[in-house]
């Protein structure tokens, strides 16, 4: 899936000011009437396109020998990234190296928290 976003430069540092469409007129139409760009990104299939910058989300960083995914925070997206200085498209972009998010509720029906002999809480994915 495809978002466009209207904003003043490509890769901003914070989603604040920028809005997000899943059309790409309606975006069109914006930058226009406020003198911006559209750009677009790349949505990761962990993320629904439905609810798409309105559901709670969570982020991990990943581990790139290991590809072990290490838990940072969770909430709606855009806060979540403001919070961690995270630039919002990053984690989203296909091929991210260091970031991996998605939906909560693609974590509930794949994901389940598991203990282990050191009672340490790893993060297993469901087969």
Aim: aromatic share 14%; net charge negative; proline share 2%.
């Amino acid at each position: 899936m495809i978002v466009y976003y209207v904003a003043n430069n490509e890769k901003p540092s914070s989603s604040k000011g920028v809005r997000f469409y899943l059309d790409r007129n309606q975006a069109k139409a914006d930058a226009d009437e406020n003198r911006l760009s559209v750009y677009s990104f790349l949505v990761n299939d962990k993320c629904s396109s439905e609810n798409f910058g309105s559901e709670t989300i969570m982020v991990f960083k990943k581990d790139s020998e290991t590809g072990d995914l290490k838990f940072m925070a969770s909430g709606l997206w855009d806060e979540v990234h403001d919070l961690l200085g995270i630039p919002f498209y990053r984690d989203f972009e296909t091929g991210s190296k260091t970031f991996v998010s998605m939906s909560l509720s693609y974590f509930n029906d794949n994901y389940s928290v598991v203990s282990n002999k050191h009672n340490i809480k790893p993060i297993k994915q469901s087969d």
